[in-house]
């Protein structure tokens, strides 16, 4: 009798893995075409023949294409590898120089991976409010992010003549795709010197003297 449960748990398990990874494939096809053919050009029956699944498969997971916009925060937010920068951070609490190199190797490695995710839903966000929303909820977590992290200082910590939305402030206008798609394209800088340029330029500007 104890067989028959241990066999549907482990069903259980198989089909939650099935449709994760359904998802991931769903994903990766939509930003493939939204990519290299745009969002206007690309339907969802592209995005199902890409991904290798029927078309009503892809509206059961998204809703529909508008919904697909998720599919592109999905990739976004996997190539940061966000569990990896909460890991970093928990492990360098009272450590201000750590926990800003820790959030620019989240931000490194989020825009070696998904730069032209973003871009793409930059761009396309002019014309499109559901990317918009998908972007501009993107940079709301993000901030969200650093002004948890810089509200855990305390007092003199920071730069004198910086509050914790300025420091958010002036850590977005450094830390951005912009910045890194310069360096890396225009410039020729590897991802790791555009890393460790971030994180000690970080410090330099945001913390105290003290602190650094």
Same mark, same amino acid.
């Given at each position: 009798?104890?067989?028959?449960? +241990?066999?549907?748990?482990?069903?259980?398990?198989? &089909?939650?893995?099935?449709? *994760?990874?359904?998802?991931?494939?769903?994903?990766?096809?939509?930003?493939?075409?939204?990519?290299? %053919?745009?969002?206007?050009?690309?339907?969802? &029956?592209?995005?199902?023949?890409?991904?290798?699944?029927?078309?009503?498969?892809?509206?059961?997971?998204?809703? %529909?294409?508008?919904?697909?916009?998720?599919?592109?925060?999905?990739?976004?937010?996997?190539?940061?590898?966000?569990?990896?920068?909460?890991? +970093?951070?928990?492990?360098?609490?009272? &450590?201000?120089?750590?926990?800003?190199?820790?959030?620019?190797?989240?931000?490194?490695? *989020?825009?070696?991976? /998904?730069?032209?995710?973003?871009?793409?839903?930059?761009?396309?966000?002019? /014309?499109?409010? +559901?990317?918009?929303?998908?972007?501009? +909820?993107?940079? &709301?977590?993000?901030?969200?992010?650093?002004?948890?992290?810089?509200?855990?200082?305390?007092? %003199?910590?920071?730069?004198?003549?910086?509050?914790?939305?300025?420091?958010?402030?002036?850590?977005?206008?450094?830390? %951005?795709?912009?910045?890194?798609?310069?360096?890396?394209?225009?410039?020729?800088?590897?991802?790791?010197?555009?890393?460790?340029?971030?994180?000690?330029?970080?410090?330099?500007?945001?913390?105290?003297?003290?602190?650094?």
């Amino acid at each position: 009798m104890g067989a028959e449960p +241990e066999r549907r748990r482990y069903d259980s398990i198989r &089909r939650t893995a099935q449709a *994760l990874q359904t998802r991931a494939e769903i994903a990766d096809a939509a930003r493939k075409l939204f990519v290299s %053919n745009g969002w206007a050009a690309t339907t969802v &029956r592209d995005v199902a023949r890409e991904a290798g699944v029927s078309t009503p498969t892809v509206y059961s997971v998204y809703g %529909n294409k508008a919904g697909l916009t998720q599919a592109l925060a999905d990739a976004a937010d996997l190539s940061g590898d966000l569990d990896r920068q909460i890991a +970093e951070l928990d492990a360098a609490k009272g &450590r201000p120089v750590l926990q800003l190199a820790a959030m620019a190797g989240f931000d490194r490695r *989020l825009y070696e991976r /998904a730069a032209d995710v973003i871009l793409l839903v930059r761009e396309a966000g002019r /014309a499109e409010p +559901e990317l918009d929303a998908v972007y501009r +909820e993107g940079r &709301r977590k993000a901030d969200q992010t650093r002004v948890a992290v810089f509200s855990e200082w305390g007092k %003199n910590v920071l730069r004198a003549g910086l509050d914790v939305a300025s420091a958010v402030d002036v850590y977005a206008g450094l830390c %951005n795709v912009d910045v890194y798609q310069t360096l890396i394209g225009e410039r020729g800088w590897s991802p790791d010197r555009v890393e460790q340029w971030w994180a000690e330029t970080l410090a330099l500007v945001l913390l105290a003297d003290q602190v650094q």
